[in-house]
């Protein structure tokens, strides 16, 4: 008929869907050329606010079971203390200093002050462990991270 297409065989069609699909997927950024999915891997934010010791160290705990647990898998972990929970980052109140060191050491573990409880408590930078990477209002930052994706707990 006139107008029409003439008619491709079925085989074509499937082969060059195939090329399409194939195509789309080796392009897309979580996919590597092997297959292998590669995105970020797990992120998790743990939001203190308690300045209860136990609750420190259980975080403390969590981390490395976190990455005992995951293996090879990539991590990414952030601490978020604000309120009371900023004595985890304070030089002189926090009672599990060693181990942040340890952790920012061995597994890149990352540490947020809050600016608004730092302000509120008249404490400055110099205040703070030397494994803070940041200070920034808490709030900010848990929403920031929650936004892209992040796991959050809160102990």
Not at 99 to 126: H, I, P, W
Request: charged share 15%.
């Amino acid at each position: 008929m006139p107008g029409l297409a003439p008619h491709r065989p079925i085989w074509l069609l499937a082969v060059m869907a195939a090329l399409a699909a194939w195509i789309w997927l080796m392009s897309s950024p979580a996919v590597r050329a092997d297959g292998a999915s590669q995105g970020p891997g797990h992120r998790v934010v743990f939001h203190v606010s308690t300045g209860d010791a136990h609750v420190h160290q259980s975080v403390m705990n969590n981390i490395r079971n976190l990455y005992e647990a995951v293996g090879n898998e990539p991590l990414n972990v952030e601490i978020v203390a604000h309120g009371a929970g900023l004595s985890l980052l304070v030089k002189g109140e926090s009672t599990v200093g060693e181990q942040l060191a340890r952790l920012k050491q061995r597994f890149g573990v990352e540490y947020t002050a809050c600016s608004n409880t730092m302000k509120a408590r008249g404490l400055v930078r110099d205040d703070l462990v030397a494994q803070v990477d940041r200070a920034v209002p808490a709030m900010v930052r848990l929403m920031g991270l929650q936004e892209q994706g992040w796991a959050y707990i809160k102990p």
